[in-house]
């Protein structure tokens, strides 16, 4: 991994031999590529220095007591924190400041969670990425775009009719009686079923693949990354979840409480801290589980689909943890060493008719190598 003022800095561009797809990445991608410089400079650059005068007490606190405790208990406590926090904010209604707290957990989740990833890293070599953090900056506020453009399609669209027919009986059917924990866990439940499905067809349908590669470009895990999503791939989750989820429909309280616990899940299914997480993985999908979805091999990464959950991937046969074994920390694309890692190059790749151009080309070889042919760069498949 680049640090602060090596050449590596900057984001990987797409391969020159794909020669429109560069272009319109260096000239019509050109206020995206300033933006992403402009954040490093403002933001990366300024907090990784600030971070790294925690790397002496990271090598200290290897093998204490403290270590093993956070190790422990880091996640449950993270969980009940966020119900707490969670209920307290919608415990009056939910107001404009209730929505507009929304908008800091983010901030919050990442003050939180970035010191720990410093101080107990799964792998050293994920503290830092080159500038790949202003990208997942930028992809975070464009997704939240995004998903509001897709939800204001749905409703254009003639799913509405639909949803507003099956919403009364959702309200209707839904356990209302539970208890508001059990019904937050139960409404992620439901809802990570249909994101199972989503996410594996993703993976194994070639033309969805193309656009879910964006999410497995990242060469590191780390606490934001998990929210890195090509548009297309947010407006097909508004289109797939808008007929299913009107039928489980709790109360806006209880949705907005599922949302902060999801952030608050999500933050570990990324995070680059090393956790004791024991039969917690066997529930969600967090930690090692998701660390090999992320491997570069197809055979191991076609796995755990869940997005808060694993359990559907026990039930339906995709589960993948060995036991006595632990990830290795070599992630991405395995056919795909060249894949972008700029904003515009992820907006673009997918439509590349050509993706082989994203295999180790002729452009890269060094003098005195053989130079591969075009009919011997590997095709881009899923989890490869």
């Not at 406590?77 to 707290?101: C, D, Q, W």
């Not at 497995?216 to 934001?224: A, F, I």
Request: net charge negative.
């Amino acid at each position: 991994m680049a640090r602060m003022g090596e050449p590596g800095f900057g984001n990987r561009k797409l391969p020159a031999r794909a020669r429109v797809g560069r272009f319109l990445e260096t000239w019509l991608g050109a206020p995206l590529n300033l933006l992403e410089a402009a954040l490093g400079w403002v933001i990366v650059k300024p907090t990784r220095w600030a971070m790294r005068h925690l790397d002496g007490l990271s090598y200290r606190l290897e093998g204490t007591l403290l270590r093993k405790v956070l190790s422990n208990t880091l996640f449950p406590f993270t969980i009940a924190l966020s119900l707490f926090v969670g209920f307290k904010m919608v415990e009056n209604g939910i107001s404009i400041g209730t929505l507009l707290s929304f908008v800091l957990l983010p901030v919050i989740f990442g003050l939180y969670c970035a010191p720990f990833e410093r101080l107990m890293p799964y792998s050293r070599n994920w503290l830092e990425g080159g500038n790949d953090t202003a990208v997942d900056i930028i992809m975070y506020f464009s997704g939240a775009f995004w998903s509001g453009v897709s939800k204001v399609l749905v409703s254009a669209l003639f799913i509405v009719g639909v949803v507003e027919f099956l919403e009364p009986y959702g309200h209707e059917y839904w356990p209302s009686n539970l208890h508001p924990v059990l019904q937050v866990f139960l409404f992620i439940l439901i809802k990570d079923f249909f994101r199972y499905w989503f996410h594996r067809a993703l993976h194994e349908v070639p033309f969805l693949w193309r656009i879910h590669a964006a999410h497995h470009s990242v060469e590191r895990l780390y606490w934001l990354n998990g929210i890195r999503a090509h548009p297309l791939e947010i407006f097909g989750q508004a289109l797939f979840y808008a007929i299913p989820l009107a039928l489980v429909q709790p109360s806006a309280e209880i949705a907005l409480v599922a949302i902060v616990l999801q952030l608050s899940i999500g933050i570990f299914q990324h995070s680059n801290i090393d956790l004791n997480l024991g039969f917690w993985e066997y529930i969600f999908s967090i930690g090692d589980n998701h660390r090999y979805h992320h491997y570069p091999d197809k055979g191991v990464g076609d796995s755990n689909y869940g997005g808060e959950f694993i359990v559907w991937d026990i039930l339906f046969g995709t589960f993948h943890k060995p036991k006595d074994e632990r990830p290795h920390d070599r992630i991405g694309i395995g056919t795909a060493p060249d894949y972008p890692m700029t904003v515009a190059g992820l907006l673009i790749a997918p439509f590349l008719p050509n993706q082989k151009v994203f295999g180790r080309g002729s452009d890269e070889a060094t003098e005195g190598e053989i130079k591969p042919s075009a009919a011997d760069q590997p095709v881009l498949h899923p989890a490869e």
